[in-house]
């Protein structure tokens, strides 16, 4: 009785933050658990497991390229004109999509035929 009137409500809502991390970090740690298991019992579908993830991350970071490139190459001609810079960056941004779609599906097709 005397310990729980000296509790001060800061501790239980740190409890619940605690809650939330561990809830948080379950589906990682599962997925972990689940990646180490199949790397030393079927350790072929561990290794396409990881280099779907990285070409996941690839695809990401290109994606994310083409937005910066364009973004930057159009920056001038947007601050000089309205329109016209933003159907440039528009067309910019389309262009590099499908090239970076087009480059992407002739890697995949030659990953298939191996």
Request: aromatic share 16%; no cysteine.
């Amino acid at each position: 009785m005397v310990l729980q009137r000296q509790i001060d409500p800061f501790d239980a809502s740190i409890r619940a933050v605690q809650l939330k991390t561990i809830i948080s970090f379950l589906p990682w740690v599962a997925n972990g658990l689940v990646l180490i298991s199949v790397l030393v019992f079927r350790w072929y579908i561990g290794t396409g497991y990881l280099i779907s993830f990285a070409g996941l991350m690839l695809a990401g970071t290109g994606i994310g390229l083409i937005g910066l490139v364009a973004f930057f190459a159009t920056t001038p001609l947007l601050a000089l004109t309205d329109w016209t810079g933003v159907i440039v960056f528009l067309g910019l941004l389309v262009t590099l999509g499908l090239w970076f779609l087009w480059k992407m599906f002739g890697i995949l097709r030659k990953w298939w035929t191996v």
